[in-house]
């Protein structure tokens, strides 16, 4: 895991229900290993997003939805398709 991965997985996990920590952390970890390896697919951005969206305290959707999208953005290069949104 790369330093922007790193800090990532930080800030989400401060923004998760005290109840998914690990399991936020399980599914994070194991997307980044799929990106870095070229095989995090478009599936798995489909039942990435739900989970999360679940697991956030509420009053954190907005802040994290923003981020998300600036992380997205700077490893679009990796996403399938190179296409967002």
Do not use: C, Y
């Not at 330093?3 to 109840?19: C, P, Y």
């Not at 690990?22 to 997307?31: F, G, T, Y």
């Not at 995090?40 to 923003?66: G, N, R, S």
């Amino acid at each position: 895991m790369n330093h922007e991965q790193e800090h990532f997985l930080s800030f989400i996990l401060e923004r998760v229900k005290d109840d998914k920590v690990e399991e936020a952390k399980e599914l994070l970890v194991e997307n980044f290993k799929k990106l870095t390896e070229g095989n995090f697919t478009q599936d798995d951005i489909m039942l990435f997003f739900p989970k999360m969206i679940a697991w956030l305290k509420p009053e954190k959707l907005e802040e994290v939805q923003t981020v998300v999208m600036q992380f997205a953005e700077s490893f679009s290069h990796l996403l399938p398709n190179s296409k967002l949104g």
